[in-house]
């Protein structure tokens, strides 16, 4: 596989005399692919039915003449102002009932019937009529589902979609659905919250005090159904007028909806990553962590996320059928962008190693959000790799960089990691649910665990909980997953891999309810979650072998052997062959404890990399980035500050 560049253009906001100057200077920084269209319905269809193609027609042919590839996104996430005139009752309503208006974008309801109408009527015109162009050599869907909080909606079109969701999902005879079975399922017995019909059953909001757990729970699993049927009916019809891979853009730490299955109708996943943004708005480091890589971004948190949806882009079609994943960097933070609570400039080479980064986790492609800064409306504060005078912006040079680098390396063998870790939306719903705690999470989890994981030089995939195939794994962790299949747990037990389970792995079933026998009940790992606690932030407890629980702790009954206590002489972690159970969250000391220990009995070698440094293997290179401004030394690796050192090896 080849490595590319691109960048998001909206030739709607420039004059069309300088589009051509604009897509020869694109060519010649060493961009491949060029991403457009996705906000332009206003543009493509000025009145309802009258459409305007010719801007678009001549843009494709002005880009595509200068031998980029065109990436078209369908304007779904940008309805008219008509739109709202011709269904007024198709705006998200919020939790508090209140609708979201227009004026900026994504004000739509994915339950809404008749937008969905509108959505299949402009992508089936822009399907036939750029289906076989030549230059179109991708689609995006939409644009970031989930943004601005939108997937959610509390809307009266959504209720009546839920209470036909749940008919199907508790099924009686004939179509009407067995409301019996729901009531004992989610227990409604309790503070008699029965219902005599589906009809009576609202949505999870407003109430007085929090819903039950088991109604919001299946209302998050519905709300994610209706995105990946929102997006299912856009890739059907551009199947049916092109043969071009399919791509939607995917957000960092945005788990509202279920990418892998949204993922499965596509044909590439990509993402848009934004390192100094996430810093301030949404790792949850400390104040320390985030002035010491307040220019450079988290060294995890894009890691984590192209791990992740090369897992989503696994999914994809094209990979079912035997081919590499496909995943691309969709958006890529060229300079300061303008919408986290603190925007600062990134030090001089971190775009080159933002982007060298993505390619060393599989991406094909890597496109810098936008080519040039807009001088008007809400993103008039973000960079874009020219300047909104045309002249050249910081991020510019690096990209040029880049793009000479990967004309120079030779193509990517792609490798199965020895480690691997699950992720699973629907944990990170119920964990939202019922956290327990403050600043509980199943993504926090997951990611501390990743985190630690890095630390010690590790390369990892990340793995959807449908997997059954885990031959090659040496090492598998499956923390927090709330409700675990029998299916997954009997695979994972016979896998011949280690595997780390807990906390809360396996602690509900699958409408929220604590099973009994008592959980994790994993097939040949006695031990019994007998009660649990959250704890403080000031009040972590000691373990015995170094580091913390913090947050959270479950009280272990267990036959297994003990291989780690609290100061107090309580289980912690136990291991029942080649099962370990972990009943706490732990610090980052612990969890690296717990992971070495676990690395050497299966063989895969580890090394303590400093703060900062981090290394990631591919098929037929090792690649190691230095986050830090100081440089630092790893064996006989020397890392300047601020640096990606790539080095080849013998596949
Ligand atoms: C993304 C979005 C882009 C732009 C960008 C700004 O979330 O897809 O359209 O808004 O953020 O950083």
Not at 16 to 30: L, N, P, S
Not at 37 to 45: G, P, T, V
Not at 526 to 539: F, K, Q, W
């Amino acid at each position: 596989m080849k490595r590319t560049l691109g960048t998001c253009y909206y030739p709607e906001h420039w004059p069309r005399e300088i589009w051509a100057d604009d897509a020869r200077r694109m060519a010649a920084a060493g961009l491949t692919w060029v991403r457009i269209a996705e906000f332009a319905w206003s543009r493509l269809e000025p009145e309802p039915g009258r459409y305007e193609f010719g801007w678009l027609d001549e843009a494709i042919a002005v880009l595509g003449a200068a031998g980029l590839k065109v990436v078209l996104g369908t304007p779904t996430a940008a309805p008219p102002r008509w739109m709202i005139d011709r269904h007024p009752d198709m705006l998200a309503v919020d939790a508090e009932g209140r609708p979201r208006k227009f004026g900026s974008r994504r004000h739509y309801c994915f339950s809404h019937l008749g937008y969905r109408a509108e959505c299949a009527r402009i992508v089936t015109e822009l399907a036939r009529r750029y289906g076989a162009d030549p230059h179109v050599a991708a689609w995006q869907t939409d644009n970031e589902y989930g943004c601005h909080d939108t997937t959610i909606s509390y809307s009266d079109v959504a209720r009546v979609a839920f209470r036909t969701w749940l008919r199907a999902r508790y099924p009686g005879a004939g179509n009407d659905g067995d409301v019996g079975a729901l009531n004992a399922a989610w227990g409604n017995v309790f503070w008699s919250m029965n219902y005599d019909g589906f009809e009576q059953i609202d949505l999870p909001n407003l109430t007085v005090t929090e819903p039950n757990p088991s109604h919001a729970l299946a209302f998050r699993r519905f709300s994610s159904d209706q995105v990946v049927s929102f997006n299912r009916l856009q890739t059907d019809i551009i199947r049916a007028h092109s043969a071009a891979p399919i791509a939607h853009n995917y957000m960092g730490r945005i788990t509202d909806f279920d990418h892998f299955a949204v993922g499965a109708d596509l044909d590439i996943a990509s993402w848009d990553s934004y390192p100094l943004g996430f810093l301030e708005d949404r790792v949850g480091a400390g104040e320390a962590h985030q002035l010491r890589f307040a220019r450079q971004g988290d060294p995890d948190f894009q890691a984590f996320h192209h791990d992740l949806y090369r897992a989503v882009g696994r999914c994809a079609k094209a990979a079912q059928k035997g081919g590499l994943p496909r995943w691309w960097v969709m958006e890529q933070q060229p300079g300061p962008v303008n919408w986290a609570p603190y925007n600062p400039a990134p030090l001089p080479g971190m775009v080159r190693l933002w982007s060298w980064e993505a390619f060393a986790h599989g991406a094909e492609a890597v496109c810098y959000f936008r080519w040039r800064q807009a001088p008007m409306a809400q993103e008039q504060m973000h960079a874009g790799l020219l300047r909104p005078d045309s002249a050249d912006a910081p991020g510019l040079d690096e990209a040029r960089q880049v793009a000479a680098e990967i004309a120079d390396a030779p193509d990517v063998a792609a490798a199965q990691a020895r480690v691997a870790l699950l992720f699973d939306y629907d944990a990170d719903h119920a964990w939202q649910i019922q956290p327990h705690g403050d600043g509980l999470g199943y993504f926090g989890l997951v990611f501390e665990l990743y985190r630690a994981m890095r630390s010690l030089g590790l390369s990892v995939d990340i793995l959807p909980p449908e997997t059954t195939d885990f031959a090659g794994y040496d090492l598998i962790a499956a923390p927090g997953m709330m409700h675990m299949p029998e299916r997954l747990k009997r695979d994972l037990a016979a896998s011949g891999a280690q595997v780390l389970y807990g906390p809360r792995t396996a602690a509900r079933d699958c409408d929220m309810c604590i099973p009994v026998p008592l959980p994790p009940d994993i097939p040949g790992l006695a031990v019994t979650v007998s009660r649990v606690e959250s704890l403080r932030p000031t009040a972590p407890v000691a373990l015995t072998g170094g580091g913390q629980v913090v947050g959270y702790r479950e009280f272990l009954e267990t036959g297994a052997d003990i291989v780690e206590t609290t100061e107090t002489g309580e289980p912690v972690i136990v291991l029942r062959g080649r099962q370990t159970y972990v009943g706490a969250w732990l610090d980052q000391t612990g969890w690296r404890h717990a992971l070495r220990r676990l690395c050497e009995t299966a063989g895969i070698p580890t090394v303590d990399l400093p703060q900062g440094v981090r290394l990631r293997d591919t098929g037929s290179e090792r690649f190691w980035f230095n986050y830090d401004t100081a440089e630092h030394k790893v064996g006989a690796v020397t890392l300047p500050p601020v640096s990606v050192l790539r080095e080849e090896r013998g596949r």
